[in-house]
């Protein structure tokens, strides 16, 4: 997508200050320009994604400019304020003014620097302050916020008599916030400059949709639901300012999310400045290298994604077969209590059997011969009486078998089911 791609508008080279400037050493990193040299760790192993990172860009445009007040919007975690008041330091000085609602890790002052610190959302907290000579911005990335930056830059400038805009340095103009507003306070931005968004969707290169999965700030910053049209994303903001300023040229160079150089035509350093960027902006090797990078970090989200749905399949799989089981203990149990309650049946009709018998024995033994052929015509009350105890016994025992709890009992004693 041409979001990750590189493009320049031209830098004109106007009037050029041409004395010496002594650019001093840049922090490289401790690389030595080999890889396995690399020793200092990056914030997210998985994702380069800090203005630091990009320092070998900017530290020297900075140092061209020989400049000597800095405001810097978005501090984040602080490597790039130390990055700029260890510059300021190493040529003489100077003033570095921090605009975050929340610094942190920010160095203190001392050795001719003074950091001064600005509690407050841009671009409210810029009003009233002091113009500089260079602004990095790296705040809210979307389009109403920057475009508000830039016009405090341009009026600050203004008020106080400056002859050509500041160098602006902007984090975030390629993908994905190049085309799309970022949103970390939506409620911040009026409604009627807001685009729709969503906390919960993310974004993917190959879409310019808002979807499910993809990119996204899991409650940190929310996206705009569709990529692209006018006033919507931070390179958008920076083009349509320049596009009506006709001294301001940008320069896009591709990595770690994009980073964009504003540059007044008038300026004495504005050739030096765009001499220092020819490496980068336009480079094909980089703007690859970052297409690269987002695919294989997609890739992995989506790992990621796979990977954390798979548990939960695995969870609910689990918590189903806890269901199961516990149904069939519970099954069993009634299982168990019907087979308990069936042999107390049993029993009890066992004793009513013994009983039975017992009477029947007692009768019997008081009586004589009940055949036909011998029993006196005197009998009749003795036989009668036994063959009442008899279907007495009967009526007992057919009463007893047909009580459901027994016949549960003798089922499983069966092995019916």
């Not at 994702?47 to 061209?64: I, Q, Y």
């Not at 306070?185 to 993809?214: F, K, M, N, T």
């Not at 029947?360 to 003795?382: D, K």
Request: a negative charge; hydrophobic letters at 40%; glycine letters at 10%.
């Amino acid at each position: 997508m041409d979001e990750v791609g590189v493009d320049e508008v031209g830098v004109d080279e106007g009037p050029v200050d041409e004395g010496p400037v002594d650019e001093g050493p840049v922090d490289d990193g401790g690389s030595g320009g080999t890889v396995e040299s690399v020793t200092e760790r990056t914030l997210q192993p998985l994702l380069l994604h800090s203005l630091a990172e990009l320092r070998e860009v900017w530290l020297p445009l900075l140092e061209t400019v020989r400049a000597r007040s800095v405001t810097e919007i978005g501090s984040e975690s602080g490597v790039t304020s130390s990055l700029l008041v260890d510059m300021l330091r190493r040529h003489g000085g100077g003033r570095l003014l921090i605009v975050d609602p929340d610094p942190r890790g920010v160095p203190g002052s001392g050795q001719d620097v003074e950091v001064v610190m600005v509690r407050g959302f841009s671009p409210q907290a810029l009003d009233g302050l002091p113009p500089a000579d260079a602004y990095l911005i790296d705040g809210d990335h979307n389009f109403p916020t920057v475009s508000a930056e830039l016009r405090a830059v341009e009026e600050a400038a203004r008020a106080h008599g400056r002859s050509h805009f500041p160098l602006v340095i902007l984090h975030d103009v390629g993908w994905p916030a190049g085309r799309r507003d970022q949103y970390y306070g939506p409620d911040r931005i009026p409604q009627r400059e807001r685009q729709p968004y969503s906390w919960e969707h993310g974004v993917r290169l190959d879409s310019a949709a808002a979807v499910r999965g993809g990119f996204r700030g899991e409650g940190a910053f929310a996206w705009a639901l569709t990529e692209g049209g006018p006033h919507n994303g931070v390179r958008t903001a920076v083009e349509d300012f320049v596009a009506d300023r006709p001294e301001l040229r940008f320069h896009l160079v591709s990595p770690i999310f994009g980073l964009g150089v504003v540059v007044d035509r008038r300026a004495p350093w504005a050739a030096r400045v765009g001499a220092l960027l020819t490496p980068w902006v336009g480079n094909g090797l980089l703007t690859r290298m970052e297409r690269n990078r987002l695919d294989l970090y997609l890739y992995v989200i989506r790992l990621q994604d796979e990977m954390t749905e798979a548990a939960r399949r695995r969870q609910r799989e689990w918590a189903r077969i806890d269901a199961t089981v516990a149904d069939h203990a519970a099954h069993e149990l009634r299982l168990l209590d019907a087979v308990a309650a069936g042999e107390r049946a049993l029993e009890a009709e066992r004793d009513t059997s013994r009983q039975l018998r017992a009477d029947l024995g007692s009768m019997s033994s008081r009586s004589w011969p009940v055949t036909r052929a011998s029993r006196p015509q005197g009998a009749p009350a003795h036989e009668s009486a036994l063959v009442h105890a008899a279907r007495a016994a009967g009526t007992a025992l057919r009463t007893r078998i047909g009580d459901p709890r027994l016949r549960a009992a003798i089922s499983l004693l069966r092995g019916d089911r």
